[in-house]
């Protein structure tokens, strides 16, 4: 082999091999896989955290909404069993055929604190969405109202109603039952 072809060689060998990298071309590659790095293990851990946090609360609402729509279900049945209803109506037709401003009274023994899950859960309730907040707010108000105004001692029970009332306590029943059954009838989005 000549000097010539030797040259050709060494200068072929050279074309192949790549050149040196600088050193700034390296530096900044291996700052860049560090902060892609961090940051794909940064958004792994949001989002793994932000999913199980979100499956925490979906849970917690599933047994808030559980343990109300039951008490609504257990207030309902109780008020069916012991005829509200039906003793308002009647007590209404009964003062209807009655003198206009004439009164009746009546009464039903119900607790103090029947709505101890609702207590319970009321600092949680906007959890679930704002229309079934509404309702569930809605329903014990009026259960509430209705106690209050039949309890023994309470206006009712006591100096007895009119006409107008009645019909005000008959038409408060009818929204305790339908927006109760809403309410037990409610399943939550997914």
Not at 59 to 68: D, F, G, K, Q, T
Request: glycine content about 6%.
């Amino acid at each position: 082999m000549q000097v010539q072809d030797v040259v050709m060689l060494i200068n072929s060998i050279n074309e192949l091999t790549p050149a040196p990298t600088p050193h700034w071309v390296t530096s900044i590659t291996t700052i860049s896989a560090a902060v892609l790095g961090a940051a794909a293990g940064g958004m792994g851990v949001f989002f793994s955290t932000h999913r199980i946090e979100k499956s925490k609360v979906d849970r917690e609402r599933a047994s808030i909404l559980a343990a109300l729509q039951a008490e609504v279900s257990a207030l309902m049945r109780v008020a069916k069993h012991r005829n509200y209803a039906k003793a308002i109506s009647e007590s209404l037709n009964a003062l209807e055929k009655l003198e206009p401003g004439s009164k009746v009274r009546i009464q039903a023994n119900i607790r103090e604190n029947f709505s101890p899950v609702y207590r319970a859960h009321i600092s949680k309730v906007g959890l679930l969405d704002a229309k079934l907040t509404g309702e569930i707010v809605t329903f014990y108000q009026l259960a509430e109202t209705l106690a209050a105004d039949i309890r023994p001692g309470c206006l009712l029970a006591v100096d007895g109603g009119t006409v107008q009332m009645f019909k005000e306590l008959e038409t408060a029943m009818k929204d305790f039952f339908e927006i109760g059954e809403k309410i037990v009838a409610t399943k939550l989005a997914r």
